[in-house]
């Protein structure tokens, strides 16, 4: 999902709680007692909702999921702290959500319960020959700590999305087609299990867990504290868009797939076309960017083939051959920020990424090109039926290449045969009971369509709605993750409406 821009410590509040059907809850101090019991036992800090900051602590990436009021949020610092949280959930009975980023599209990671929140476990350290990431550490943070570091990771397209579900759902970024998916490099990962023991999951340790945790999808199976993964051999990236004019859009939509299929794995892209606003009349803007594992000079010979397949010149083209974090930084719009400013607005005095009112998306992964027919018809949807206050994008990212060579079965992950991911996504600022309906029938436009050619879909692109999501997500992987779901987590205390073992449609 694109950004526009791509193109508390808490008051210490009395600490009572009040809904029915939660006992002992009540500012007890005494072991097995209530919310004191947990605030002066964590390394880290509790807010309720009495407490200075519970509006802002309860905030994720979509302003939608504000509306949703967790009985208590907890700001673990340490494993200590999560598998104390943990505990104390089980021991009040009170429904679990796990967060890292907050990003979930759906509001996986919050919940009107317990929140644990990791994201002051946000570690980027280097160890030997891997590198150890919390769950909370920013993607922006990452990347900027690895590169003086020399040391580089998988990373998606948006600067303040975190491994905590990025890792476990999968992870696409420009880099898949050379290094495949980020949950590939996973080496061990520490997990909070749903006793709130810990351990360290490896291929030589609890492996069915193991691999279940990389594209399993999270908030399914504990809460990781840690991944120790692989570094990629990326020390530079040329960051390039090249932005086009709407009326060749069929052609650039075609032409992207041509040149992916026809290019080396170095070059990872995205396909963008956005409409600010789609009040009748008001003209998209299609772009292909993305980042490219070599020279410059090479880019620009396969610019120049963009260019003949496309059937026109870009009218606007941007190459810069950087470090590899800065030509991250740039593809997330963030070339002309601090790192402090490219982070969410209210998590830093500086910060300035502003969060999105509310979504709604459907994506499908695409083993091929779609036929010249199949792009009349996804593009007729996409343009179809104009309401002013609705952001439109189509979006589209690459994978193939290592991802492809990868088995379907190597761990939880089975999108193998994807050569791409594409889909609809509306999104609104000031969302209306009209807005969101037109939105939803826009993005079930462009499923149907996909649904023509498509089957598989990605766990950390959830889909507003998406029957058989079980299927989608995960395919004959499915028994296997509910085997190690019954196996560490019988009692279901990680769960979420799609969770391993909730009902698919
Ligand atoms: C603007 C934007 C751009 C994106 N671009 C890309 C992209 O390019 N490529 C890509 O692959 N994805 C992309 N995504 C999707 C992203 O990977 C998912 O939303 C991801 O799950 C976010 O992880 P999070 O930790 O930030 O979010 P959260 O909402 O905190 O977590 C997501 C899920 O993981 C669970 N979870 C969180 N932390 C843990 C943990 N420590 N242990 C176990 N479970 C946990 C949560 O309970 C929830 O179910 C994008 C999302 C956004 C909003």
Not at 165 to 186: A, R
């Amino acid at each position: 999902m694109l950004s526009r821009r791509t193109l508390l410590k808490a008051g210490g509040g009395a600490a009572v709680a009040t809904a029915v059907g939660v006992p002992a809850l009540a500012g007890s101090a005494s072991a097995g007692g209530g919310w004191d019991y947990l605030r002066t036992r964590l390394t880290g800090d509790l807010v309720l909702p009495a407490d200075t900051g519970y509006e802002l602590a309860k905030q994720n990436q979509f302003g939608e999921f504000d509306a949703i009021t967790p009985r208590g949020l907890v700001y673990a610092e340490t494993t200590a702290d999560v598998s104390l949280a943990v505990r104390f959930a089980r021991d009040h009975g009170l429904p679990l959500r796990t967060r890292s980023g907050g990003h979930n599209y759906r509001g996986w990671s919050t919940g009107e319960g317990l929140v644990i929140d990791l994201s002051r476990i946000h570690h980027t350290t280097v160890t030997g020959e891997t590198v150890h990431l919390g769950p909370g550490a920013q993607s922006i943070d990452a990347l900027y700590a690895l590169g003086p570091l020399g040391k580089q990771v998988i990373a998606g397209t948006c600067p303040t999305v975190c491994p905590g579900g990025f890792l476990s759902g999968g992870g696409i970024g420009y880099q898949t087609k050379k290094f495949g998916v980020g949950c590939d490099h996973i080496v061990s990962a520490q997990i909070v299990l749903a006793d709130g023991s810990v351990r360290r999951v490896s291929a030589g340790s609890s492996p069915d867990l193991f691999w279940a945790l990389r594209g399993g999808g999270g908030g399914n199976f504990g809460i990781v504290t840690d991944f120790e993964v692989t570094p990629i051999d990326a020390p530079r990236m040329v960051a390039f868009t090249a932005v086009f004019t709407w009326d060749r859009a069929a052609e650039i939509l075609a032409a992207w797939q041509q040149w992916h299929l026809g290019t080396p794995d170095e070059l990872g892209s995205a396909l963008v076309f956005m409409l600010d606003d789609a009040a009748p009349g008001n003209m998209p803007t299609p772009l292909i960017t993305g980042g490219y594992h070599g020279s410059e000079a090479d880019l620009r010979v396969a610019l120049a083939q963009l260019t003949t397949l496309v059937g026109a010149a870009p009218v606007n083209l941007d190459v810069r051959d950087l470090a590899y974090h800065e030509g991250m930084a740039l593809s997330y719009g963030c070339g002309e920020l601090t790192q402090d400013e490219c982070h969410r607005v209210g998590t830093n005095p500086a910060a300035q990424l502003h969060r999105t009112a509310l979504l709604r998306e459907g994506y499908r992964f695409l083993d091929r090109a779609l036929t010249t027919t199949e792009i009349g018809n996804l593009l007729a949807a996409w343009d179809g039926q104009r309401v002013a206050g609705q952001r439109r994008f189509l979006h589209g990212m690459t994978l193939g290449g290592a991802n492809t060579r990868t088995g379907r079965q190597a761990n939880a992950f089975v999108h193998r045969d994807a050569q791409f991911i594409l889909g609809f996504d509306a999104q609104l600022d000031s969302p209306t009971p009209d807005l969101v309906a037109a939105s939803e029938a826009f993005v079930d436009r462009g499923t149907a369509v996909l649904d023509q050619v498509a089957r598989g879909a990605y766990v950390n692109f959830p889909g507003y709605k998406l029957p058989d999501w079980a299927g989608r997500y995960y395919a004959e992987n499915y028994p296997r993750l509910l085997a190690a779901k019954r196996r560490y987590d019988p009692d279901n205390v990680f769960r979420h409406p799609r969770s391993i073992g909730s009902p698919s449609a």
